[in-house]
């Protein structure tokens, strides 16, 4: 019964900016964690980030650390995922998850492409 609906991909060149955007409907998860995956053409879906949605605490990929922030408005029910300094590898759809009661990823948003150019 949860909805995840991703926003904020598009174009951008290598070194620029994006916001993305995970509006939440149907549900509520206290200390579990919300999640942002990528997945490149060719490609294995990849964790990218996770934030508990009650604390806030945070995770992330090695890759990402230090340029991309994970963050939630718990008053909006909204993910974000606030990516700087971007790279070419960086490039992938990006998908926000949501577990189910017993900490499954099973909720997926349609996804969201990023495409980085040098």
């Known amino acids: 019964q949860v909805q995840l609906v991703e926003s904020g991909g598009g174009l951008v060149q290598a070194g620029g900016s994006l916001r993305l955007s995970c509006a939440v409907a149907?549900?509520?998860?206290?200390?579990?964690?919300m999640a942002w995956f990528r997945q490149a053409p060719g490609k294995e879906r990849d964790f990218v980030a996770t934030i508990n949605w009650t604390t806030g605490k945070t995770n992330y990929v090695d890759s990402v650390k230090g340029r991309f922030t994970i963050s939630r408005d718990n008053a909006k029910n909204t993910l974000y995922l606030q990516m700087n300094s971007l790279k070419p590898e960086d490039t992938a759809v990006y998908y926000c998850?949501?577990?189910?009661?017993?900490?499954?990823?099973?909720?997926w948003g349609q996804g969201t492409q990023v495409t980085v150019s040098s």
């Open positions: 149907g549900g509520t998860f206290g200390s579990y964690a």
């Open positions: 998850a949501a577990p189910n009661l017993v900490g499954q990823y099973t909720y």
